[in-house]
């Protein structure tokens, strides 16, 4: 698509004009309006809301460029707003090269990109928490909200409510392929705005789809569809666990020829398989099978989306996370089940559910149909092959015994596959909610306060009695805000905030300020140390002077958790801390004699690591009082980041520790969101040394493992395509690790302090692994003889313990000398690690490789 729709559209605007340059636009890109995308703009540019609940390949994205072209002609500002990041991302891009970057924008709550654009790209809690904040005062002549069925979502769903209440001076285009019966939406609409909503649904695919239900076992039904030519296949599982097993299973079937691998491991060239699980996945896509679902890295999820745009995936085994725009081509979606776990109890898919991932069959531009398969129950397999089998003999029919649904399976059938086929979507459920937050915004508007609350707690889309739940927690939140003096009732009823709200107030992290509170709280040379002056000759750039006291290596590891603290749990990451912190705990207890059930009594109060949890606990309820809206999210100490510090290990060997080979992409956006919160919170005259170090390590060691969630935000300031003469491209390797000096010295350091770490426990076989050729076994005998014990707390991983030399000329070039000094209990630093770093191997393989040459005395 090109930028010349701006160009095209009249001016003075004329509705009529308007509709045709955007189909003479349309047909100049080659594209033919279908007659749902012809209404929709006809409707649009006379000036209507639209609702368009059209199937999946329709053409939505198209009447949404037509909006904002509107918009633009009219002089007006345009939003678009969707439920995740990563769409919003995908929209500026799209939309950039329509419209050019000057006239496009992006405002998220980490990052804002040319924020004053005509048309603004954001995730639909942005726009929700401008419209409490300034009502019909904000600048919106037109509101794109994709996927607009999220209004329904019980934790986000008012975010795409509050828009609609408030903005009663914006036109609205609110699109999704599954949204059902909108009319009560749509009379509200109406009945605000004075505009009339013109509801588009129920058009024809452009790829109609046709439906199968089997009986065969999956690997039969796959290899089935492979000989009829129904390729690319998505496998849809309801866990990340299943749809790998899957993968794996299926590799045992000739999915792809000699040729076609060939044609892959050309396609794939140079690409950096990081991790255990990406070894895995190489040995699959070079089989024709693809694995995707939201844990896996973001680069192989990329690798896995530009194969199968290639043409060079047979089969990808995967979750539902298709139903929410994953960007692969799909000639058949093939159903593992029909029920899945919400979080909360296993059932049955809703309509709405079954119809987004069923929507995503048939290609448009390759197949003239789509085909939806679903897998019968494996009990239903069974049976029918079990009566196939025994034929029409009817003595070997009657020998059959039947088997029965598993206790508490929620299982399905033909008939409930039939239903969900005809079924509509069910109507979208109103999910209103209050908080401290949205009170705040709405105080900070000002004006008429009280109405304006009573209107968004009253006439909203809820039922009465849920009304006036909303009015009796907000009138609860209103008290605490008062008794905390944060909102003043001035006489003659007038209320006001005592506190200036930054301007983009519940857009950022809300418990960033309590975090630069407990910050300034902490003292960085409480508990200095002071360690001994390096050797002669050491490089002086890479050690601190000694004889003198440095901030407290503490000290660094409490800022990271304090902002820890304030970031969003990853869940399966903690789960494993817990689990193998209860399973350590019961080697100690049983060692130590322990009786059964006291050994359960004392896993109860074994949980993940919680550093800090007490003071940042007492601090938060001290906070909470005088500023009580962080009481709408939750204080949650954990330890990922600092845990993964201490033990000095690289990624991949912490998805190894802690077995997340299923979470890595999980992990790593974890890692990413504390990279941007370490850089944006922890203020400069906090950022010691040891800080600025976790801060370089941390940032070089996302960068390594994939660089496309940095690269992200790096490019949201260029222009950007995922295409290179016509064919998408995988993503970059990471620049070379050694270029960024100071991260790549901490590297080297966790190499050398965690062979202290093995060193300490006396685990030579882990250190011999690790180095065989080092003499572990003798140079610990020797050392320990001298000392009682090795130091690994404190001053004993000091960045002054660690000396480096560049340019030794008994290293040779393209290598360093270094030297980790030893803590030991007598305070002497007479004992050192020895080793070289191996410069063009570390930039090879992204991590620092260090070779030990031993244990040895100074």
């Known amino acids: 698509m090109t930028s010349s729709l701006l160009d095209r559209m009249p001016a003075p605007y004329e509705a009529g004009a308007a509709f045709d340059a955007i189909e003479n636009w349309a047909t100049d890109e080659g594209l033919t309006l279908y007659p749902a995308q012809e209404e929709a703009i006809f409707e649009l540019v006379a000036g209507a809301?639209?609702?368009?609940?059209?199937?999946?390949?329709?053409?939505?994205?198209?009447?949404?460029?037509?909006?904002?072209?509107?918009?633009?002609?009219?002089?007006?500002?345009?939003?678009?707003?969707?439920?995740?990041?990563?769409?919003?991302?995908?929209?500026?891009?799209?939309?950039?090269?329509?419209?050019?970057?000057?006239?496009?924008?992006?405002?998220?709550?980490?990052?804002?990109?040319?924020?004053?654009?005509?048309?603004?790209?954001?995730?639909?809690?942005?726009?929700?928490?401008?419209?409490?904040?300034?009502?019909?005062?904000?600048?919106?002549?037109?509101?794109?909200?994709?996927?607009?069925?999220?209004?329904?979502?019980?934790?986000?769903?008012w975010a795409w409510q509050v828009p609609l209440l408030e903005l009663t001076h914006a036109r609205f285009l609110l699109m999704s392929a599954t949204l059902g019966d909108v009319t009560p939406i749509a009379d509200d609409l109406q009945r605000r705005t004075g505009h009339p909503v013109s509801e588009v649904t129920h058009a024809e695919r452009p790829i109609p789809l046709t439906f199968d239900y089997v009986k065969t076992p999956v690997h039969e039904t796959v290899q089935t569809l492979l000989d009829d030519g129904q390729a690319p296949i998505y496998v849809v599982h309801f866990s990340q666990a299943a749809a790998m097993e899957r993968a794996q299973a299926l590799s045992s079937i000739r999915i792809i020829t000699r040729e076609q691998r060939d044609e892959i491991a050309a396609a794939i060239g140079d690409f950096r398989f990081t991790t255990g699980f990406g070894t895995t996945l190489s040995r699959l896509v070079r089989s024709g099978i693809g694995v995707h679902h939201a844990g896996m890295l973001p680069k192989y999820r990329?690798?896995?989306?530009?194969?199968?745009?290639?043409?060079?995936?047979?089969?990808?085994?995967?979750?539902?996370?298709?139903g929410v725009g994953i960007n692969v081509p799909i000639r058949t979606v093939l159903l593992t089940a029909l029920s899945k776990f919400d979080g909360e109890k296993m059932r049955q898919l809703s309509a709405r559910e079954f119809h987004q991932i069923a929507g995503r069959a048939g290609r448009a531009g390759y197949d003239t149909a789509g085909l939806v398969v679903v897998q019968a129950p494996d009990h239903e397999v069974e049976n029918h092959a079990a009566t196939t089998k025994a034929g029409s003999d009817p003595k070997k029919k009657k020998k059959i015994v039947r088997k029965s649904a598993p206790a508490g399976f929620v299982t399905w059938s033909e008939t409930s596959f039939e239903r969900l086929i005809g079924g509509a979507p069910e109507p979208l459920e109103s999910r209103m909610q209050v908080s401290a937050a949205m009170l705040i915004n709405l105080i900070a508007r000002g004006g008429d306060v009280f109405g304006n609350a009573r209107a968004l707690l009253t006439q909203n889309h809820e039922p009465p009695h849920r009304q006036r739940e909303l009015v009796r927690r907000a009138l609860g939140i209103a008290k605490t805000l008062v008794r905390a003096g944060v909102v003043v009732i001035e006489p003659g009823g007038r209320i006001t905030l005592t506190v200036d709200l930054q301007p983009n107030f519940a857009?950022?992290?809300?418990?960033?300020?309590?975090?630069?509170?407990?910050?300034?709280?902490?003292?960085?040379?409480?508990?200095?140390?002071?360690?001994?002056?390096?050797?002669?000759?050491?490089?002086?750039?890479?050690?601190?002077?000694g004889a003198a006291p440095e901030a407290a290596p503490h000290y660094a590891l409490d800022v990271v958790s304090v902002i820890e603290a304030t970031l969003d749990d990853p869940r399966p990451v903690l789960r494993q801390q817990e689990h193998k912190a209860r399973g350590e705990a019961i080697g100690r207890m049983k060692a130590q004699g322990m009786e059964y059930d006291e050994r359960m009594e004392a896993l109860d109060?074994?949980?993940?690591?919680?550093?800090?949890?007490?003071?940042?606990?007492?601090?938060?309820?001290?906070?909470?009082?005088?500023?009580?809206?962080?009481?709408?999210?939750?204080?949650?100490?954990?330890?990922?980041?600092?845990?993964m510090f201490e033990k000095a290990m690289s990624f991949t060997e912490y998805v190894s520790h802690y077995q997340l080979a299923r979470s890595e992409g999980l992990l790593l956006r974890y890692l990413s969101d504390a990279d941007r919160a370490f850089r944006q919170t922890i203020p400069d005259d906090a950022k010691t040394p040891d800080v600025l170090d976790i801060i370089e390590w941390l940032r070089e060691l996302v960068r390594q493992v994939d660089s496309s969630l940095q690269d992200e935000w790096a490019q949201l300031t260029a222009p950007h395509s995922d295409v290179v003469d016509g064919e998408p491209i995988l993503p970059p390797p990471p620049p070379d690790v050694t270029t960024n000096r100071r991260a790549f010295t901490v590297l080297v350091r966790n190499e050398l302090f965690r062979r202290v770490q093995l060193a300490a426990l006396q685990r030579d076989d882990d250190l011999v692994e690790l180095d065989p050729e080092a003499g572990w076994p003798e140079a610990l005998d020797a050392y320990y003889a001298e000392h009682e014990s090795m130091g690994t707390a404190g001053g004993a991983r000091a960045a002054s313990l660690v000396q480096i030399s560049e340019n030794d000329p008994d290293a040779g070039p393209g290598f360093w000398s270094v030297r980790q000094v030893i803590d030991d209990p007598a305070g002497d630093h007479d004992w050192g690690i020895h080793a070289t770093v191996d410069l063009a191997q570390s930039a090879e393989r992204g991590e620092a490789v260090v070779r030990v040459e031993g244990l040895k005395r100074l």
């Open 605 to 643: 109060d074994i949980t993940h690591p919680r550093p800090l949890a007490d003071l940042l606990e007492a601090m938060f309820e001290t906070y909470a009082a005088t500023q009580p809206w962080i009481r709408d999210v939750e204080l949650r100490p954990k330890a990922v980041v600092r845990d």
């Open 507 to 545: 857009l950022n992290q809300p418990l960033s300020p309590f975090a630069l509170a407990v910050i300034e709280s902490l003292d960085p040379e409480d508990d200095a140390t002071t360690v001994a002056p390096p050797a002669p000759g050491a490089d002086d750039e890479h050690t601190v002077p």
């Open 302 to 322: 990329r690798l896995v989306e530009v194969l199968a745009q290639r043409g060079l995936l047979r089969v990808i085994c995967g979750t539902d996370t298709l």
């Open 49 to 157: 809301h639209v609702i368009l609940a059209t199937p999946t390949g329709s053409g939505k994205s198209l009447v949404a460029v037509a909006a904002h072209a509107i918009a633009l002609a009219q002089g007006q500002r345009s939003y678009y707003t969707a439920p995740i990041k990563a769409l919003v991302s995908e929209k500026f891009f799209a939309l950039v090269e329509i419209f050019g970057a000057e006239n496009v924008g992006m405002v998220t709550g980490d990052s804002s990109v040319n924020g004053d654009a005509p048309i603004v790209c954001c995730t639909a809690e942005i726009l929700a928490n401008q419209a409490l904040r300034h009502g019909s005062d904000v600048e919106a002549g037109l509101v794109v909200m994709d996927e607009f069925h999220y209004y329904a979502d019980p934790d986000r769903g």
